[in-house]
């Protein structure tokens, strides 16, 4: 069981330059979520994905980022036209259905995260 | 939308002493609350989770209690071994169901 899969796990880019960002989730999940980390902060929630869907992307901003998770492949964060304060650790986790309700949230496994630094 | 606040950002034991890390959360709605470890360079690891119909729960060094009137959990470890050092997060989740909002984190130093 190979885990989340991340890669790249650096990205180094220049402002006005495009980041995409890969997630492999562990085998027999099919829900993403990614998460943005800043220097000494939490994980921000970002946005949850099913297959060819995005159920929440309320935690994405508006402009410049957008993500998918095609039928087949890995799920695929975006960041067009990156500036500085788009450095940060973006992490990936999966997770095997939905919980909601009265069962509780579902138990989230996390990729290593890909470290995007932007000159 | 939620918030959940962790204390304290930094912790520095002595190896076989005990380590406690507090959060509090304000959304009452909030009923799974995980505790992940990141060591460096690292993804978070689940280590334990607790739902809010328990109050407490261990897992050979480690315990979580929680308090839903007073809306505040706790991680314990007992008997810290260097390797414990680490950044530890407190998590609840939201009102969606999935999304878990994470404090700020607690960096454990064991000394030796």
């Known amino acids: 069981n190979a885990g989340v899969m991340q890669n790249p796990r650096h990205l180094v880019r220049r402002r006005g330059q495009e980041a995409r960002l890969r997630c492999s989730p562990m085998k027999g999940h099919s829900h993403v979520y990614w998460y943005r980390q800043l220097p000494e902060e939490g994980l921000k929630f970002m946005v949850y994905?099913?297959?060819?869907?995005?159920?929440?992307e309320s935690g994405m901003p508006k402009e410049r980022f957008s993500a998918e998770f095609p039928k087949e492949g890995p799920s695929i964060l975006r960041i067009q036209q990156v500036v500085r304060g788009d450095s940060a650790a973006y992490f990936c986790?999966?997770?095997?259905?939905?919980?909601?309700?009265?069962?509780?949230?579902?138990?989230?496994?996390f990729g290593a995260g890909s470290r995007l630094t932007v000159l | 939308g939620e918030n959940v606040e962790q204390h304290p950002s930094t912790l520095s034991v002595q190896e076989g002493d005990s380590a406690v890390i507090k959060c509090t959360y304000s959304d009452s709605a909030s009923n799974y609350f995980p505790w992940y470890k990141q060591e460096l360079g690292k993804g978070p690891q689940l280590i334990i989770d607790?739902?809010?119909?328990?109050g407490e729960k261990k897992d050979q060094r480690i315990a979580v209690t929680l308090n839903k009137t007073a809306k505040h959990f706790s991680l314990h470890i007992t008997e810290t071994q260097p390797e414990d050092s680490a950044v530890y997060f407190c998590?609840?989740?939201?009102?969606?169901?999935?999304?878990?909002?994470f404090g700020k984190g607690t960096s454990l130093l064991v000394t030796p």
């Open positions: 994905l099913q297959k060819e869907n995005i159920i929440d």
């Open positions: 607790i739902r809010s119909n328990v």
């Open positions: 998590a609840a989740s939201s009102n969606s169901g999935y999304a878990l909002n």
């Open positions: 986790a999966s997770s095997p259905n939905q919980g909601r309700g009265a069962s509780g949230a579902n138990v989230l496994t």
